[in-house]
């Protein structure tokens, strides 16, 4: 009796050592990568995108998508199938990761490197695009540094220059308007800081910038009646009374053609309705 259990504890033993090699590493043997089975390209990338989607967000709060695990997904194609339609694929879905993951030097990265390694793939516009969005999303208030925001108007540009007809150009031009007007308040700052210490010249120069290179963006009148303002303070009163006219002409119904009228005489100034 003994003799049997002995025997049968044997055989139980074996089969379970054996277990682990039968089930493919389902007990903690090696899995397919490492007795070198690559899986294909099609599904590291399905693999890379489901992680992607799965990802959930905690009490609409906290993202727990794990943005590096589907990042590694779509590196292994890249360096095992190189030459396939999926690596160019997985550089785009690496660089739209960490644009999702709000990484936005290495989406930077990633979509400039889309953009010279694959000029003539269509998705170049997008990348474009997206390129202009990660230095938006770095940018500051016009009170503020304003180099992201000219990176970002730049290559806005190139996307209305080169792809005028896509549907990225339409997203691009009311974006690239939003930061002109951007651009241009922050020359009025630096304008109004020099009328603040009564450097008027210097302040000129601002308030004509932006009329010269921001004009129709609705700077105009703040523009003209402040560079009006300078004239006046350095004694070129006609100069300053032209610019004066202009407003009252032009925008008759505002609080700055008020203030215009205070600087012309009575007769210049069109009787109220």
Known sequence: MRRSLF?????????????????????????AYELGEVPSAEDLYKEGREILDEGSTFLWVFDMTDYQKAINKF????????????AVLAELAIADTYYQDEEWEDALSYYRDFSDLHPDHPRVAYTLLRTALCHYKQSRNEGRDQTFTRLAV???????????SSTEAAEAETLWL??????GSHVLLIGDFYLDRDEFQSAAERYRSVLNEYPGL????????KLGVCFESMQREEEASRIFQVILDN???????EAAAEYLP????????
Do not use: M, W
């Open 218 to 225: 609705g700077l105009d009148p703040e523009a003209l009646y």
């Open 7 to 31: 025997t049968a504890s044997r055989v139980l033993l074996a089969v379970a050592c054996a277990a682990p090699l039968v089930l493919g590493g389902c007990l903690g043997g090696p899995t």
């Open 154 to 164: 730049a290559n806005l540009d190139q996307v209305q220059l080169r792809f005028p």
């Open 75 to 86: 590196q292994d194609i890249i360096d095992n199938y190189p030459y396939s339609d999926y």
């Open 251 to 257: 925008y008759g119904d505002t609080e700055i053609a």
């Open 266 to 273: 009575a007769q210049q100034v069109p009787a109220a309705n």
């Open 178 to 183: 939003e930061l002109r007007k951007r651009l």
